[in-house]
């Protein structure tokens, strides 16, 4: 049985005494620090941490410690996150053709290593359907091609919203999203890219990795924002690359760097070891 406990993530500017403060407080009420990891960024000038709280000893109620923080969350000028445990968060996952990254992802909430609930499984193209209600989730059939392409995304977002979804996994969603979309799930969208990133974005990257004769090649988990296959990197694989190799042995090595990427990606997303901090991610791995 899960323990009851709360995660915190927190960033503030760099100070002395904020562990110190952190730890009376959490002392203060009773509550037991599982983890506490920290990071200083000295160039930036910038504090991050995740807390990990067992809560069954608090002398108050959960929600009043949550609200109590906020008198020390404000004095250190922090932007800080709870959440309690346990959860599972409302996942959707968008695919198109491929079915390796989606094979993952419900393979792993199958043995509950992701705590996460899966809502549907949405594609614009119906080659992952038969996966998909194999393993018992509903597949939704959403056609954004040509002039389709808008109003697709328009119906796409109300079965989101409609579902209550938290996080929002692109298992090879071979689209690119509108900046409106990326704006509207800001911070809720993870994607698997084909490539170790910044080298070779775009559609093809295996392509240009043999013929540029690289030694390594990856896959890259990371946010998504408006701007193309440039959004914070949570996690990153990579495979060495022979000069026997053909592109199409790229691609299988490539696959296993993608499966693996994207199921650490999520993992460190779902269990709040992620805090965005402009275009990168500071995680912390478990």
Not at 1 to 25: E, F, H, N, W
Not at 46 to 62: C, G, M, Q, Y
Not at 199 to 218: S, T
Request: proline share 4%; hydrophobic share 40%.
């Amino acid at each position: 049985m899960p323990r009851a406990g709360l995660i915190l993530k927190l960033s503030c500017p760099d100070q002395p005494g904020i562990v110190a403060k952190v730890a009376t407080y959490v002392a203060g009420h009773r509550g037991n620090l599982v983890e506490f990891a920290q990071f200083s960024d000295k160039l930036g000038g910038k504090f991050f941490a995740r807390l990990e709280i067992e809560t069954s000893e608090l002398d108050v109620d959960p929600e009043d410690f949550i609200e109590g923080f906020g008198t020390l969350g404000r004095s250190l000028k922090a932007d800080w996150h709870f959440r309690r445990l346990p959860f599972r968060m409302r996942t959707a996952v968008l695919v198109t053709k491929t079915d390796h990254c989606l094979q993952e992802v419900l393979w792993r909430a199958e043995l509950n290593e992701l705590p996460v609930e899966i809502t549907s499984v949405i594609g614009n193209r119906d080659v992952c359907r038969a996966v998909a209600e194999r393993a018992g989730f509903r597949f939704n059939l959403v056609e954004m091609d040509g002039e389709r392409r808008e109003r697709g995304f328009l119906e796409l977002r109300d079965q989101l919203v409609e579902q209550k979804v938290e996080l929002i996994v692109l298992a090879r969603f071979m689209q690119i999203l509108p900046d409106w979309f990326c704006e509207e799930f800001s911070g809720k969208i993870i994607n698997i890219h084909h490539s170790f990133l910044p080298a070779f974005i775009g559609a093809n990257p295996y392509k240009q990795a043999h013929e540029r004769g690289v030694k390594l090649i990856g896959a890259t988990c990371h946010y998504v924002t408006s701007e193309l296959d440039a959004g914070p990197i949570i996690e990153q694989e990579v495979e060495r690359v022979q000069h026997f190799h053909s592109p199409a042995d790229l691609v299988r090595l490539g696959r296993d760097c993608e499966r693996s990427a994207l199921a650490k990606g999520i993992r460190y997303h779902v269990h709040d070891r992620t805090i965005l901090d402009g275009h990168r991610a500071i995680v912390f791995p478990d």
